[in-house]
T-cell receptor, first 113, second 115 residues
Framework: KAGVTQTPRYLIKTRGQQVTLSCSPI?????VSWYQQTPGQGLQFLFEYFSETQRNKGNFPGRFSGRQFSNSRSEMNVSTLELGDSALYLC????????????FGEGSRLTVL | AQTVTQSQPEMSVQEAETVTLSCTYD???????LFWYKQPPSRQMILVIR??????QNATENRFSVNFQKAAKSFSLKISDSQLGDTAMYFC????????????FGTGTRLQVFP
């Protein structure tokens, strides 16, 4: 069974641009969540989706948004990029149960110049 | 708000030895879940072990076991018979019960296993 796939793996943007990251969950997983990982702030929850609905959102500005499609694939978008948005963005998926057994992708490394 | 604290930024252990990683947390919830995740240098995070707060018995997964002290809000991970492949960042994480995937992570402990 294929794991969680994130694309692109690496990308470089400049301030003010926007970026879209994609995540394909494990087949059969309907829940997808996103995390931001930085050396300074660690791992922080961005948002989660279940059956195309945003179920929970972390404390990030409105520049961070996401969506989930009917096939459970998810995208997150960051608009008006800032230097501080440089991070590893991790996507995770899980089956309905048990709680917390998230399966993570390898992440998308975003560098903002 | 819940917080998770890992006070050991780095640890090292010799192969075949035992090492314990510490984690404390703060919450007013009575029911919750605790996890240890491992992030090897390749970056893909992997679940190591999970503990449900309402279960008094400490969770065990092969060489990995936890010491869950609910009153003290402590959740340490013991790795027995350490292997080179255990070299990774280890994150302690907290989750409230309910319909959510929101994990609150600690800052991590970098574990180096040397021959």
């Amino acid at each position: 069974k294929a794991g969680v796939t994130q694309t692109p793996r690496y990308l470089i943007k400049t301030r003010g641009q926007q970026v879209t990251l994609s995540c394909s969950p494990i087949s059969g997983h309907r829940s997808v969540s996103w995390y931001q990982q930085t050396p300074g702030q660690g791992l922080q929850f961005l948002f989660e989706y279940f059956s195309e609905t945003q179920r929970n959102k972390g404390n990030f500005p409105g520049r961070f948004s996401g969506r989930q499609f009917s096939n459970s694939r998810s995208e997150m978008n960051v608009s008006t990029l800032e230097l501080g948005d440089s991070a590893l963005y991790l996507c995770a998926s899980r089956m309905d149960n048990p709680p917390g057994e998230l399966f993570f992708g390898e992440g998308s490394r975003l560098t903002v110049l | 708000a819940q917080t998770v604290t890992q006070s050991q930024p780095e640890m090292s252990v010799q192969e075949a030895e035992t090492v314990t990683l510490s984690c404390t947390y703060d919450t007013s919830e009575n029911n919750y879940y605790l996890f240890w995740y491992k992030q090897p240098p390749s970056r893909q995070m992997i679940l190591v072990i999970r503990q449900e707060a309402y279960k008094q018995q400490n969770a065990t997964e092969n060489r990995f076991s936890v010491n869950f002290q609910k009153a003290a809000k402590s959740f340490s991970l013991k790795i027995s018979d350490s292997q080179l492949g255990d070299t990774a960042m280890y994150f302690c994480a907290f989750m409230k019960p309910g319909n959510t995937d929101k994990l609150i992570f600690g800052t991590g402990t970098r574990l180096q296993v040397f021959p």
